[in-house]
């Protein structure tokens, strides 16, 4: 069981299971809703998350066009998880809200076309310019 939640502690979250995947998004919402260069997430089955305390949501529109629902604690602003469209039963969880993050291993970076140019990126890594298919 991993656990986590927002700055102040209002939402907690655990979750049963290895993620399915651990990715870097680099797309300019990533970027804007994490006030940073990107987003390090967990994709995990959203029937596995347990989700205590109020959370708050903004609906969004992905750059691949999907709807995205970004999940944030409705006390704080911490961003916590996201759930897009395309990936339905799917949530991404923000890998730095979680309470150990020492497993943490990225194993690929999407959308590298909109990365910042400081950010450099192992050259034998997992990268995709865009969103990859889930196909």
């Known amino acids: ?35 940073s260069a990107f987003s390090v997430n967990l994709g995990v089955s959203e029937a596995k998350l347990t989700v205590m305390g109020e959370v708050a949501e903004y609906q969004d529109t992905a ?3 999907a709807t995205l629902f970004r999940r944030f604690c409705a006390r704080c602003g911490s961003p916590l998880f ?4 395309s990936a339905p039963g799917l949530v991404y969880i923000k890998a730095g809200t979680l309470d ?3 497993t943490v291993q990225p194993g690929m970076h999407v959308w590298t076309a909109s990365k910042q140019a400081w ?3 192992e050259a034998d890594a997992l990268q995709f310019q865009q969103q990859p298919s889930a196909g």
């Open 100 to 102: 150990d993050t020492s």
């Open 82 to 85: 996201s759930v897009s469209s």
């Open 119 to 121: 950010v450099g990126i």
């Open 1 to 35: 069981m991993s656990s986590g939640g927002c700055l102040c502690g209002s939402v907690r979250y655990a979750f049963e299971g290895r993620p399915k995947f651990t990715g870097v998004c680099h797309c300019a919402h990533c970027q804007k809703q994490s006030g």
């Open 63 to 65: 750059e691949s066009g």
